[in-house]
């Protein structure tokens, strides 16, 4: 199953997925920096206020001072509560703070000044959880403000769309027209929307390549008419010459008349087979009955052949079958892979395997790493095989035995047997 979606909804949900994610982020980091930012102005506040407290253990006080319901001062560290006596050294100096499991928070100053009975470490500290931020206010500012991020994220979300949508209507429609083609007519596409340079490059090289298919096709075409037409001619002379000899019952042009004759009959065969083979063929097209007769017409065609390399050929079909192919392109298939076996196995034994899924031609001759003869089947012949192989979407596989010579196999598609 194909999942691929339009480029233009691939923008947009990598875009959103990444929009959330960094309004996420964003909420926790402001948060953090809100928490961060008050605990600093209430130790700053703290160092600037604490020493002009301390200067009244310079004019004579000792002990625990209160300065107001927040702020206590100490110059003695004995004195301090014993929550901060577990997490203080005593002769620690400067500005921290304190949150504790209670969910209270202090700030600590400490200093060393002139006292009244001499120079000592004295303490500041304050409460400073009842200034800060409840967790009401800040529920509530944290939800203000994921709202209004949210209400960015949508406005930009909205133009990120119509953006991906601006972006993805030239990929969408060299999509349509690549997928609508009928793979007749091979004229350059056009495009609409704002191309980027990536898809200009792609789409000249679609272009390119479709005229090279367009001018391939007209050369094949020109091609099949040539073949059918100018080669067809001398063809049909020849074999009115032929007769014309033959009248003459000459016995020194009888075996020479043979000879013509056959060639001529393999130039139309394979002229007719090459038309066949460029002729676009529909899902519904002929139907060839492949029976005992079928295969006997086939060894027949290739009897002298066999009988002049000395190869004992054997056959053997399965059961009776119809193939969605042309008659003479089957035809041809068997023949040129018999005679590549027939030529490669003189003196030697080919067998043909018939069946509604295959054919196998198995010999014990050279194998696939020599080949004795310069002769395979047309002329052309394994190409050949392959091409019509690929007409019909056949598999051609050539394999060397374990023992001696190679199995040639055809394996037909599922849905061409009946």
Known sequence: MNNAKPISKKITSIYLAGAAMLLVFYSVVFKMVILQTENNSSKQRLALVAPHHFQLFSEGQTGVVKIDPLLSIYDDFELLPHIFQRRLLNDWQGNTDFHFSDDSEYNVFAQSINTATGRRIVY???DIDPIEWSDDNFVVFELVFFMAGLILFLIAASFIVKLAQRIGVPFTDLAKQLENDDGVCFKPIKISGEPSLELLTTLNGINHYRQQISQAIEREQAFTRYVSHELRTPMTVIRGSLSVLRRQNSPQLTKQIGRIDNAV???EQLTQTFLLLARQEDNDGPQTTVDAGFIDKCAEDMAKKIAANGVEFSHQLQQHFSLTAQPLLLHAVL??????????????QVSLFISPQRIDV????VGLDAKPRGYEGFGIGLNLVRDICQKYGWQFQLANNTGQGCTASVIFATNDTK
């Open 265 to 267: 009959s393999d130039m």
């Open 335 to 348: 023949q040129n892979l018999c005679l590549n076996a027939i030529n490669c196995s003189v003196d030697g």
């Open 362 to 365: 198995i010999d014990n001759g």
């Open 124 to 126: 500041a500290i304050e």
